[in-house]
């Protein structure tokens, strides 16, 4: 079963789509639900679902923050987007936080089912991938052969957004369980790690690849949106990629 996330702020729209999901027979199964995004982003980081479906319009925190947020803390994590007429070039803006897809309100059930259809072919072809790198019988691996194949499956896939909720599940491990195993081997947690590499990957072609534009090397390491990719780099390294390459050029 896919763990699902709802965030919708009308409670009667909230209870209708978890309904939906809940009894569209596809392998999705709604664990937790939200009143606003504050709400939701704590309840994801709890349970660490496979997908989130998030009203645009709430308090406290709107979908398009909180989208936001999910892309660059857990890239793996499937988000559909729903909301109105009247804001869909607001919701528009959503599509470049790597959003699956995006449903209009009253949201009608044969449109959310053909969006869940796609959205659990997506995940099966992960986790079928998955099995198939991975060569290994389940309960017949050590914790640490377990975190020592994610770390080699992060190398290998380190341009591609990664489900660690797949690959807990090829070894019969909860995510939080898989997290908590990578941090005592690795030093931090598998979602690090993997951020980490990329930004040692972009660092290393902004120093020794001058004719690579910035465009370039974002969608090299898996970033489309190039202002996305420098917002991350300078969250994470502490400077812009141009400020870094030109550092990195003096010295």
């Known amino acids: 079963m896919y763990k699902v996330i709802v965030c919708e702020d009308e409670m009667m729209i909230l209870d209708n789509i978890i309904k939906k999901i809940n009894?569209?027979?596809?392998?999705?199964?709604?664990?937790?639900?939200?009143?606003?995004?504050?709400?939701?982003?704590?309840?994801?980081?709890?349970?660490?679902?496979?997908?989130?479906?998030?009203?645009i319009k709430m308090p406290l925190m709107d979908g398009l923050e909180l989208i936001g947020k999910v892309d660059i803390k857990y890239p793996y994590i499937k988000k559909i987007i729903i909301s109105g007429y009247a804001e869909f070039e607001y919701a528009k803006k959503a599509m470049k936080y790597?959003?699956?897809?995006?449903?209009?309100?009253?949201?009608?059930?044969?449109?959310?089912?053909?969006?869940?259809?796609?959205?659990?072919?997506?995940?099966?072809?992960?986790?079928?991938e998955l099995m198939d790198k991975a060569g290994v019988v389940k309960n017949q691996v050590t914790p640490y052969e377990a975190v020592q194949f994610t770390?080699?499956?992060?190398?290998?896939?380190?341009?591609?957004?990664?489900?660690?909720n797949l690959i807990a599940m090829r070894f019969n491990y909860t995510p939080g369980y898989l997290s908590?195993?990578?941090?005592?081997?690795?030093?931090?947690?598998?979602?690090?790690?993997?951020?980490?590499?990329?930004m040692d990957k972009a660092k290393y072609l902004l120093a020794h690849c001058e004719k690579l534009s910035i465009r370039q090397i974002a969608e090299m390491i898996g970033y489309e949106d190039q202002s996305y990719f420098s917002r991350i780099f300078k969250k994470?390294?502490?400077?812009?990629?141009?400020?870094?390459?030109?550092?990195?050029?003096?010295?």
Request: no cysteine; net charge negative; hydrophobic share 40%.
């Open 23 to 55: 009894q569209s027979e596809l392998d999705f199964e709604v664990i937790a639900k939200a009143l606003n995004g504050k709400q939701a982003l704590e309840l994801i980081e709890e349970h660490l679902p496979d997908v989130v479906v998030s009203d």
């Open 98 to 128: 790597n959003t699956f897809d995006y449903l209009l309100k009253p949201v009608k059930n044969d449109e959310l089912i053909q969006t869940l259809i796609k959205l659990k072919m997506d995940l099966d072809n992960q986790f079928n």
């Open 180 to 198: 908590k195993l990578f941090v005592q081997y690795v030093g931090e947690t598998p979602n690090k790690y993997y951020l980490n590499l990329k």
């Open 236 to 251: 994470t390294v502490g400077k812009s990629p141009l400020e870094y390459r030109e550092s990195a050029i003096m010295h």
């Open 151 to 164: 770390q080699w499956y992060i190398r290998a896939h380190f341009e591609k957004d990664i489900n660690f």
